[in-house]
């Protein structure tokens, strides 16, 4: 039987959202996803926000149930992960230079 936990790595791995961007673009605590991914139960308005984030409803990342169909990645998400790989090479750059 799938689980909250296993529905929120799944999602993360398709979206290709890592935890710091979860958490990020969620307002979450990258320790609570830390939690959650590890089987605690979500407080709801976390959830709410993580659902937005990874473009499902909150029924169907808490309980599997009214599994979407066709959702892509979730456009916020992959803009943010863009704007990071940018930030992380930039930094990376400036490194190099010292």
Request: glycine share 8%.
């Given at each position: 039987?799938?689980?909250?936990?296993?529905?929120?790595?799944?999602l993360?791995?398709?979206?290709k959202?890592?935890?710091?961007t979860?958490?990020?673009?969620?307002?979450?605590?990258?320790?609570?996803?830390?939690?959650?991914?590890n089987?605690?139960?979500?407080?709801?308005?976390?959830?709410?926000?993580?659902?937005?984030?990874l473009?499902?409803?909150?029924?169907?990342?808490?309980?599997?149930?009214?599994?979407?169909?066709?959702?892509?990645?979730?456009?916020?998400?992959?803009?943010?992960?863009?704007?990071l790989r940018?930030?992380?090479?930039?930094?990376?750059?400036?490194?190099?230079?010292?």
């Amino acid at each position: 039987m799938e689980t909250f936990s296993d529905r929120l790595s799944a999602l993360m791995a398709e979206r290709k959202i890592n935890q710091k961007t979860l958490s990020t673009l969620a307002g979450v605590a990258q320790g609570t996803i830390s939690k959650y991914l590890n089987g605690q139960e979500p407080k709801s308005a976390e959830l709410f926000r993580m659902a937005q984030v990874l473009g499902v409803t909150m029924d169907y990342l808490y309980s599997g149930r009214n599994k979407p169909e066709g959702v892509g990645l979730n456009p916020r998400a992959e803009i943010a992960e863009d704007k990071l790989r940018a930030v992380k090479s930039g930094l990376q750059a400036l490194l190099s230079e010292l």
